[in-house]
């Protein structure tokens, strides 16, 4: 199947630069409402049977758009939420973003076994990410829209790309409206079509002024 993966729009605690993870999160901003009406344009050529969003408020928000001009609903999984925070939760300063993003990088590079101080370890993320998107494969779509969180995006499709891709997935942007595609499926692997870092309704819509840690992860972590 084509799975596209796309990260929420700008939020007040991209920013800000706070580690906001948990439930119902923060709404997005007015430009995080502009990037979520222009990637309903930039998808307009892409075939998609279903839209499913995570439990917060701001993957609902920019989904709406695509949501609306397809005539769809988007349908919610639990599993699709952010990498929890757990101890940094709503915080900003540099040891607490350092903290956050230097676990992921490690989850990434292959320690599964640590956790997130006060949160879940790669094991449980994968656990509950594999099994929401094992549910969107099992649907039957030929192409579906995920609308998602930035480090838990990254993550997941740095670990399930099939080893032969060479993406630099781990270190590539993923701002605000990013969009990453992959086709394929658990049995025979994910394979990396395109992975447009930047916001996908075009360049003018990122916010270079804001701090957004699980935007730029190599920038989060040599703060």
């Known amino acids: 199947m ?6 929420h729009g700008q939020t007040h605690a991209n920013v800000s630069g706070e580690l906001d993870t948990a439930h ?37 928000q920019t989904a709406t758009p695509t949501a609306r001009a397809r005539s769809l609903t988007p349908v919610q999984l639990d599993g699709l939420h952010e990498i929890a925070a757990g101890d940094f939760e709503m915080q900003s300063d540099h040891d607490s973003v350092h903290g956050y993003i230097s676990t992921v990088a490690a989850w990434i590079e292959g320690d ?21 998107v094992r549910t969107i494969v099992d649907a039957g779509h030929d192409a579906a829209l995920i609308v998602s969180h930035g480090a838990a995006l990254r993550t997941w499709t740095s670990l399930r790309l099939l080893p032969d891709q060479g993406a630099p997935a781990a270190t590539e942007p993923l ?25 996908c309704g075009g360049r ?10 699980t935007g730029d992860l190599d920038d989060a972590v040599d703060q």
């Open 204 to 213: 003018f819509l990122d916010d270079e002024s804001a701090l957004d840690p």
């Open 24 to 60: 119902p999160g923060l709404e997005l901003t007015d430009l995080g409402h502009t990037q979520a009406t222009a990637a309903a344009q930039a998808l307009l050529d892409e075939h998609l049977d279903a839209i499913y969003v995570s439990s917060r408020v701001r993957t609902h």
């Open 175 to 199: 701002h605000n409206t990013a969009l990453i595609i992959l086709e394929g499926d658990f049995e025979a692997g994910w394979s990396l079509v395109s992975w447009h870092g930047e916001a």
């Open 2 to 7: 084509r799975l596209l993966l796309m990260r």
């Open 112 to 132: 599964h076994d640590r956790r997130m101080p006060g949160g879940e370890t790669a094991h449980e993320f994968l656990e509950r990410y594999d099994a929401a």
